[in-house]
T-cell receptor, first 112, second 114 residues
Framework: GQNIDQPTEMTATEGAIVQINCTYQ??????LFWYQQHAGEAPTFLSY????GLEEKGRFSSFLSRSKGYSYLLLKELQMKDSASYLC?????????????FGTGTRLTVIP | SAVISQKPSRDICQRGTSLTIQCQVD?????MFWYRQQPGQSLTLIAT?????????ESGFVIDKFPISRPNLTFSTLTVSNMSPEDSSIYLC???????????FGPGTRLTVT
C-alpha cells in the first residue's frame, strides 16, 4: 500500500520562501507529483519528479530522494495568490496501472 | 496536455437516487481514473477505467455502488448509485499514464446528497 505524509497546515509571509515536505512509502514507485488546489477548484499540476534531484520551474522547485522516500516543494517569492492546498501524490506502478495516491494536502496561508 | 471536461459540474440529488457523471477527453488516452474528494479532505482513487475491460476498483469501493463505463478511448462515466449524504463529494476524472506523462484532472463534479 501507500503511506504519504505531509504537514496539514503552514503559514508564511508574502515575499518569503516556504518548503513543504512530503514523505512516502510505496511498493511500486513511478514518480512523485505536486499539485496546487485552490478552494472549490480541481487540482492543477505543478511538478513531477521521477529521478533524484531538484526540478526548478520558475518560483516553484521540487526535490526528490527516492532512497529516503522524501520530497519537498519549494515556493519562492511568495504571493498572496499562492494561498492554496498543496497535494503530494505518488504514482504507483501496479499490475500495469499507474495510479496516483495522494497525501492529505498542506493548506498554505500566505499573510501580508 | 489533454483537455478534460465533466458533466454535470454540480448537482443536488435526493437520497436513494443515482447520478451518472460523464468525462470527456479531447484526445485518446489509455487510462482514465476516477477520484473522490470529500469535504476538507484530499483525493481518494475510486477506480481505474480501462477501455474494453472492467474497471479496477480500489479497496473500499465496489462496482455495485460505483459502476463505471469506458466505451472508447475518449470517454468514461461514473455512476454513484443509491446515494446517501455520505456520498456528497467532488468527483474528479483524471487522465495520465506511463513514464513522464503528467496526470491531469477534469474540473470536477460537485455532488450534494440531501
Amino acid at each position: 500500500g501507500q503511506n504519504i505524509d505531509q504537514p496539514t497546515e503552514m503559514t508564511a509571509t508574502e515575499g518569503a520562501i516556504v518548503q513543504i515536505n512530503c514523505t512516502y512509502q510505496t511498493s511500486g514507485f513511478n514518480g512523485l507529483f505536486w499539485y496546487q488546489q485552490h478552494a472549490g477548484e480541481a487540482p492543477t499540476f505543478l511538478s513531477y519528479n521521477v529521478l533524484d534531484g531538484l526540478e526548478e520551474k520558475g518560483r516553484f522547485s521540487s526535490f526528490l530522494s527516492r532512497s529516503k522516500g522524501y520530497s519537498y516543494l519549494l515556493l519562492k517569492e511568495l504571493q498572496m495568490k499562492d494561498s492554496a492546498s498543496y497535494l503530494c501524490a505518488v504514482r504507483d506502478r501496479r499490475a500495469g496501472a499507474n495510479n496516483l495516491f495522494f497525501g492529505t494536502g498542506t493548506r498554505l496561508t500566505v499573510i501580508p | 496536455s489533454a483537455v478534460i471536461s465533466q458533466k454535470p459540474s454540480r448537482d443536488i440529488c435526493q437520497r436513494g437516487t443515482s447520478l451518472t457523471i460523464q468525462c470527456q477527453v479531447d484526445s485518446q488516452v489509455t487510462m482514465m481514473f476516477w477520484y473522490r474528494q470529500q469535504p476538507g479532505q484530499s483525493l481518494t482513487l475510486i477506480a481505474t477505467a480501462n477501455q474494453g475491460s472492467e474497471a479496477t476498483y480500489e479497496s473500499g469501493f465496489v462496482i455495485d455502488k460505483f459502476p463505471i463505463s469506458r466505451p472508447n478511448l475518449t470517454f468514461s462515466t461514473l455512476t454513484v448509485s443509491n446515494m446517501s449524504p455520505e456520498d456528497s463529494s467532488i468527483y474528479l476524472c483524471s487522465v495520465g499514464g506511463t513514464g513522464g506523462e503528467t496526470s491531469h484532472f477534469g474540473p470536477g463534479t460537485r455532488l450534494t446528497v440531501t
